[in-house]
């Protein structure tokens, strides 16, 4: 580099502030279905209640995000760039002591271990926590998300007694030791053993081969003393499952206990406050009640007991206890995205570059590519922080026992498999744009893009593989096509015969023509359409029914030939995930729209409606050819979605300054020097200087152009 | 975590081999129109001709690669992951000193200071560094590439006499001190000026304020010794605009002369053994011959001269000689993507996961969703590194002077703009998908693909932003346009007819249902239409002209409107931006079409042949849409876009192996141990294990299902 540019001048787009402009009644004639109406050119007067929005994007657990965003103001909670790893992880280390002495990691545990049975409010904390640092973050998830949570719900009251208060209290630093070089995403394929021996009753630990040492595991390198270890239960030679064992790691000098081993699994590629590292267990006993046994037991003798009969029941119950790691992702990967855009909207609003028609030099939001990069994206983490905290209330409600119910359960894994894959990817995405649209400050790692990518770029393989999971969405959309479909031969094939000529009328643009027709002439009739929630919904919804439908019958065909439909599934399974993604965005537009019922009518709800609107066209957008190519879009409509994009676009440029505000971010929380005024003072410092010269007289003269 | 995992066993995706099923004639009833052709089945008894494969990817320069990638093999030359960043920057300078001592950069100097005249070998040996380590790599750019290279390209033979020796033996470590904080992309409004002063001959730099402040800047902060800094000439009262001047920064100790100073830029997001930092002169005098004065100079007495007439072709022209950063991020994006996928395309066919019907687990690369991820991005690459190899030549031809035509120079910028856009960003994309493919695996420093992320971050900004760079190319695309467009208002009025025409007719589905017409019945010929060159072609093709079409006559619509122009150019600037990559994807399939050329008939032409017509349709399936929209594809053909892409990798699964093999990469350059082999000897222990437990009797039984 990073010296950056032979970038050729190339005054890329005259660069007048484009704003008003645009929307000015028929400002041109290039047959944009969207210019020419009239409602703009006085949006930059458009106040909205910074307050109310703030409030709704706060949340329920408003209060809880309030005591983390300002614990996370405290500079010894914050991540030095550039530190290396040692003193990182040490840092860390003592960052979750202070968690535990701020009362900041105990809402979830029961009130006799210090705890508030505050499920919801423990998440909504817990994502906050990103804006610090993000491996003070997910360390804290491995201790009381994961190996406090695994005591926690996974064992009884014996094993409460037991084990909470020093993971509590974070006197035992410990692992989540599930996960396994060779099985991550198939859990139950694991190949730890637990074997019970009844004459001492005790469960032997052992590691068979390589490939069965647990890997990835936070606080396995260095700061774990105990470990809760998946392994498969073996009593009277029989193979139960995948259960957990409390398995005690180090002696109080952090040296390992006999048979127990382990490595560093060295740099990542962020998170690197962490010592992640594997165990190995060499025949390694632990007492009987070391066991966390809710789910299943073993008695003395060696007899097995569980309240639940089927093993794979069984087993996706005691996974199913480990969903709020899923759903704090989520969350996290939210305010990341807040923080990001934050930070390249501001520097967008106050660096400049090119000189445009007046002599001055343009800002970069007001560059047509600029505010497409940047302000869709704005959109989106809107519609994502509704859907977030709509899971957020689901968790709650089934992990406070309100509303256990299976159904419920189920849409709860449903929904957090759905969002965290969607906004752990759109983390991604959003911290990579907003990183390029700030240049090469954007690669200095004091504007902190870079880092928060690097540090969430496991969240999309981590606590469930984004393409797994969405495998298991996919699952279920087809479990409930397949209760829909109809089950006699002769009316399925009716069903088919219904679809597919539905087809054929899309292939021979039957429909689309009919549409055209109805479209004629009425161009702003289309985008009036478009604006209408009905027609909206109608859309993402039908992508989605009709995807699964298309899969569903392929399926179908397959009969009671297994093989054959294991190879079908197989080639469908890139269509399957597609459609999973859609579905997820349909429940996030709903989440968004439900949101609205919150506001009454006026700027507020007008600029939010924008928002859900440019959301929603943006994933029409994305996926037109699927509309074009199933006939639910005419060519008209079609052209219509992009225009009003950029309509909508234009309309809430000048709005990002609110708009940013109500995400309810501190200096301390954004921490990049180019989005807290570096940039802005350098603007106007160096404009001062030009006036002043050219004032005094001192600037020189322009080479003149010779004459031709 | 990295705790990775409550993935619940999903047995996603049946998982049996699909490759050769999914080609068995009529093997279902889907209406899949790729099923059901008889060519394959076969596939795995396709050899190619590796070797041959192997020169056409090194091409023209093959023995320099070569060289580069035996000199990359030495341990002292690659980067330890992890390492604090002052050891790293130590590291990375004694790299350097290897680098002068084997040779390795003098290539493309004159033979007087112990070059070669050699420029493509040049950067065809240097992209191969990106291999050992990006950091010293990128830092050798900046010695020689930049540095070097702006006095060699930008000076006269005094200036070569007087710093081109310390230059190429590296004695004297140098900045390119052009970008500044305030200025990056738009390089002609930088403020440090150069003021001559005739009483003493002397040039004054100075940075007038903050902005100014050169940036970013490679060597900065610790190592360079002397500098080329850009700055405004101004003299006698007149500024000529940005010139190149040899300004001496440290003494012998390290310490700043006296006037300059500077700031470290601290840690970045990636190539941490570079020491990029801050440069600010206050009143810095440097001698008048320290100007590099090629293509202006400046009399003892003041008098400025210039062998061009026109400041802003003369600034055009200096930067036009630094063109080669671009050229050779482009190939050293295209060798860091062969790597990528050589690694995760390697774990893909070893890594294990889920059972299948048979009892085993299948490989990853057997999953439908696998193979999409990883196959097509495989055929990308060919066609990037063929694009690559042209424009190599092409660079060459114009700097070896052979073909130093205007003409020649300009195709040379627009490719190295078009070209180096595409394929950095295609790098990041690679990069990451490669590392999501290999899950936890895939995070870990060791298996190499976050760390070449990181690095390669900052390619996509630095040596021009690429969104500037793109709108360059599209600013010669409507140049182009308009020296086509008739002249007159009464044929222009025609032409917009025209074309006005041919877009009512797309909106009207009336092409589309003609072409459905003519397709119907034939499913099958769909995609033989497809398969041929002369089609492909025409479809990339068409989408440029007339996306540029469009854009001109917007435009044209404002006549002598400058304002008016200009607003349109901005709102225009996404969709020129995306003209310009369809423009670029066009260049690069011409190039992959013109190698087949090389390879006469047979199995290897076959092979190649399959990878150009999926890099070609995955090219359609991304923008379908707009093929639709604008009634090139029907709905009929388009579904056979998809069908054939599944088809195409289901074909080329097989053969992966022999494809990695082309790109001529040894383990030394690889490096990550999970594409190593320590996969699959874990997999082969954990199998030996089973079936020895199985044969001795000793696996438990597994519990049973309860009764229903």
């Not at 994502?384 to 159904?407: I, Y």
């Not at 000529?501 to 985008?527: C, E, F, H, M, Y």
């Not at 190879?567 to 269509?575: T, Y």
């Amino acid at each position: 580099m990073v010296d950056t540019a032979p970038a050729q001048r190339t005054t890329p787009a005259g660069g007048t502030r484009p704003a008003p402009d645009v929307d000015a009644p028929n400002a041109d004639a290039t047959g944009d279905p969207a210019a020419g109406t009239p409602t703009a050119g006085t949006d930059t007067d458009v106040r909205i209640d910074v307050e109310l929005v703030q409030e709704l994007l706060l949340g329920r657990w408003a209060e809880d995000r309030r005591i983390s965003r300002r614990l996370a103001l405290d500079p010894a909670m914050q991540k030095i760039e550039g530190q290396p790893i040692p003193e990182h992880r040490a840092r860390v280390l003592e960052q979750l002591r202070v968690l535990v002495d701020a009362g900041a990691i105990q809402r979830p545990y029961p009130t006799e271990f210090g705890g508030q049975d505050n499920h919801g409010g423990n998440l909504a904390a817990f994502e906050e926590l990103v804006t610090a640092d993000p491996s003070m973050q997910i360390k804290a998830g491995v201790q009381w998300g994961l190996f406090g949570s695994a005591v926690h719900h996974l064992g009884t009251e014996a094993n409460h007694r037991e084990f909470l208060p020093g993971i509590v209290s974070f006197e035992v630093p410990g692992c989540f030791a599930m996960t396994e070089t060779g099985h991550g995403s198939d859990v139950q394929s694991i190949a730890t053993t637990a074997t019970y021996d009844p004459a001492t009753e005790e469960f032997e630990i052992h590691t068979p081969f390589r490939g069965a040492w647990k890997d990835y595991i936070g606080n396995a390198a260095l700061h774990g003393h105990a470990a809760v270890v998946f392994a498969k239960l073996v009593t009277a030679g029989v193979d139960h499952g995948v259960h957990a064992f409390y398995v005690p790691l180090r002696n109080a000098e952090g040296a390992f206990l006999p048979g127990v081993s382990g490595e560093d699994d060295g740099p990542k590629g962020g998170l690197n406050g962490i010592d992640n590292g594997r165990l190995a267990f060499d025949h390694v006993r632990v007492p009987r009640t070391n066991l966390l046994n809710r789910y299943g037991d073993v008695a003395a003798d060696g007899t097995y007991s569980s309240p639940i009969a089927s093993p794979g029941r069984r087993f996706f119950t005691m996974l199913g206890t480990l969903v709020q790691g899923r759903v704090s992702l989520d969350g996290a990967a939210v305010v990341a995205q807040k923080i990001a855009l934050q930070i390249a909207l501001t520097y967008a609003m106050q660096r400049r570059q090119f000189p445009t028609g007046d002599g001055t030099e343009g800002v970069l939001l007001d560059y047509g590519r600029h505010q497409r990069r940047l302000i869709p994206r704005l959109a989106t983490v809107f519609a994502q922080s509704f859907a977030h905290e709509k899971l957020l209330r689901t968790f709650d409600d089934v992990f406070s026992g309100r509303e256990d119910t299976p159904e419920r359960r189920e849409d709860l894994e449903t929904q957090a498999a759905a969002f965290k894959s969607m906004s752990t990817w759109s983390a991604l995405d959003t911290l990579q744009e907003a990183r390029e649209a700030c240049g090469g400050a954007g690669f200095l790692a004091e504007n902190r893009l870079t880092g928060l990518r690097a540090d969430l770029d496991v969240y999309v393989t981590f606590e469930g593989d984004n393409t797994v999971l969405l495998q298991l969405v996919g699952k279920r959309l087809l479990t409930e096509f397949r209760a829909k479909a109809p089950k006699d031969a002769a009316a399925t094939a009716k069903f088919v015969a219904a679809v597919a000529a539905s087809k054929l009328a899309d292939a021979s643009g039957i429909r689309r023509l009919g549409q055209t027709v109805a479209d004629r002439g009425s161009l702003t009739a289309s985008v009036a359409d478009l604006q209408d929630p009905r027609t909206q919904r109608d859309l993402l919804a039908g992508r989605v029914d009709t995807m699964v439908a298309e899969i569903g019958m392929r399926l179908a065909s397959a009969g009671k030939d297994r093989a054959r439909a294991a190879r079908l599934l197989n080639r469908s399974q890139h269509e399957l995930i597609e459609a999973s993604k859609a579905h997820a965005e349909l429940m996030q537009w709903d989440a968004f729209t439900e949101a609205l019922d919150e506001v009454t009518e006026g700027d507020t709800r007008r600029v939010l409606v924008w928002l859900r609107d440019l959301f929603a066209l943006g994933l029409l957008e994305q996926h037109l050819d699927w509309y074009l190519l199933h006939g639910r879009l005419s060519a008209q409509r079609a052209r219509a979605v992009s225009a009003y994009i950029d309509r909508l676009v234009a309309r809430v440029r000048p709005i990002v300054p609110q708009l940013i505000e109500t995400f309810g971010y501190e200096p301390g929380h954004v921490r990049a020097p180019i989005a807290l005024g570096a940039e802005q003072a350098r603007q106007d410092e160096a404009r001062a200087w030009f006036a002043a010269e050219a004032a005094a007289g001192r600037l020189p003269e322009q080479e003149k152009k010779p004459r031709p």
